[in-house]
């Protein structure tokens, strides 16, 4: 069975401070993927990024960047400078080698105050 | 592209009444998926479809939930009866196998 912990339900920070979401997940499969969605207060599910089980290489996008360290099953994120436009609930999800179903964690509410 | 495409985006019914949620899913993308997002429960995938097909319906609730996908540009998902507890939002999501692009949602609320 698959499993996403996301263990803070809620962050809440002044802009441009540096934060990190945290996520750890659970699986037997040896090839699997992780992702992570923004959704804003609008609603909808906005895909950020994809990284596969073989490639543990820390990736940056502009004031993003993701940590994936396979020895402690984690796959965090980090928001560089945060500004007011990042507040949403992000998601951190999980699938096996085919990319079918998607198991999600709880998500973490990050809210940026001006 | 315009994306996964819902409809309605905003139902409200009353307990016992039937409610149909439509997709359109992105043009050549051969996965179509039904996801639930509650408050107790988050995100659950409901059912998924490969070139129309249903393949995993493990997530359905009950026998009340339907899903059905007639063609390749277009799924229902159905409850008949509805009951309060189906409040939620429910989205649909396509894949061409490798990303997921979610639609935009439609919220129901059952009275």
């Known amino acids: 069975a698959q499993k996403v912990t996301q263990a803070q339900t809620e962050i809440s920070v002044v802009e441009k401070e540096d934060v990190t979401l945290d996520c750890v997940y659970e699986t037997r499969d040896t090839t699997y993927y992780l992702f992570w969605y923004k959704q804003p207060p609008s609603g909808e599910l906005v895909f950020l990024i994809r990284?596969?089980?073989?490639?543990?290489q820390n990736e940056i996008s502009g004031r993003y960047s993701w940590n994936f360290q396979k020895s402690t099953s984690s796959f965090n994120f980090t928001i560089t400078a945060s500004q007011v436009v990042d507040s949403a609930v992000y998601f951190c999800a999980l699938s096996g080698p085919l990319i079918r179903r998607l198991t999600f964690g709880e998500g973490t509410q990050l809210t940026v105050n001006p | 592209d315009a994306g996964v495409i819902q409809s309605p985006r905003h139902e409200v019914t009353e307990m016992g009444q039937e409610v149909t949620l439509r997709c359109k899913p992105i043009?050549?993308?051969?996965?179509l998926f039904w996801y639930r997002q509650t408050m107790m429960r988050g995100l659950e995938l409901l059912i998924y479809?490969?070139?129309?097909?249903?393949?995993?319906d493990s997530g359905m609730p009950e026998d009340r939930f339907s899903a059905k996908m007639p063609n390749a540009s277009f799924s229902t998902l159905k409850i008949q009866p509805s009951e309060p507890r189906d409040s939620a939002v429910y989205f649909c999501?396509?894949?061409?196998?490798?990303?997921?692009?979610f639609g935009p949602g439609t919220r129901l609320t059952v009275l």
């Open positions: 043009s050549g993308h051969d996965y």
């Open positions: 990284r596969n089980s073989f490639d543990e």
């Open positions: 479809f490969n070139n129309n097909v249903p393949i995993d």
């Open positions: 999501a396509s894949s061409p196998g490798d990303f997921t692009f």
